[in-house]
């Protein structure tokens, strides 16, 4: 069975442009989610997408959005890019359960990361 | 607020060593996740346990244990006779299903462990 897939593997940018970056779940996976992890400020969790609708969302700002497609794949994009976005951003995938009463998750399996870097 | 905390940034130890890992995590909410994650120098986040709040139980994976505490809110991840293959940076993680954020981890800082040969 395929992992979740991210491409590109790295991307260099600099600053202002936009960058767009493509996550593939685990094949039967619904939910896709994003995770910045930025030199200093470790795992920060972005957004929560499942059924194609933005779920979830982080502390962050609005240039910082993305979609989920009805193959459940996703794209993050990053607009006006600034140099504290160069990180490792990780996306994850889960399928979603009703458990105990409550929407729960399966444990969240995670790609191998683009390194986005802006210059 | 939530936080979980890995006291220890850096640890090495030379092959074949006992080394445990600790997470300590912070909650008012009593129906919670708690998670260990692996990162090796490749990037991916590689999982490894979850468990809930209502389950106290001491688990065993081959050369992993875990050791769940509530009563000191403590999460500890020990690896018996390390191997150079356990060099990786390991997270503990926190979620809670009923605050509406379901999938959303709450990561401690991670502990680098650098197992010598």
């Known amino acids: 069975e395929a992992g979740v897939t991210q491409s590109p593997t790295h991307l260099i940018k600099t600053r202002g442009q936009q960058a767009t970056l493509r996550c593939s779940p685990i094949?039967?996976?619904?939910?896709v989610y994003w995770y910045q992890q930025a030199l200093g400020l470790g795992l920060q969790f972005l957004l929560w997408y499942d059924e194609g609708e933005e779920r979830n969302r982080g502390n962050f700002p609005p240039r910082f959005s993305g979609r989920q497609f009805p193959n459940y794949s996703s794209e993050l994009n990053v607009n006006a890019l600034e140099l504290e976005d160069s990180a490792l951003y990780l996306c994850a995938s889960s399928l979603l359960y009703l458990g105990g009463g409550s929407v729960e998750n399966s444990p969240l399996h995670f790609g191998n990361g683009t390194r986005l870097t802006v210059t | 607020a939530q936080k979980v905390t890995q006291a220890q940034t850096e640890i090495s130890v030379v092959e074949k060593e006992d080394v445990t890992l600790d997470c300590v995590y912070e909650t008012r909410d009593t129906t919670y996740y708690l998670f260990w994650y692996k990162q090796p120098p490749s990037g991916e986040l590689v999982f490894l346990i979850r468990?809930?709040?209502?389950?106290?139980q001491n688990e065993i994976s081959g050369r992993y244990s875990w050791n769940f505490q509530k009563s000191t809110s403590s999460f500890n991840f020990t690896i018996t006779a390390s191997q150079v293959v356990d060099s990786a940076v390991y997270f503990c993680a926190l979620s809670l299903p009923l605050s509406g954020n379901t999938g959303k981890l709450i990561f401690g800082q991670g502990t680098t462990l650098q197992v010598k040969p």
């Open positions: 468990r809930n709040s209502f389950d106290e």
């Open positions: 094949s039967g996976h619904t939910s």
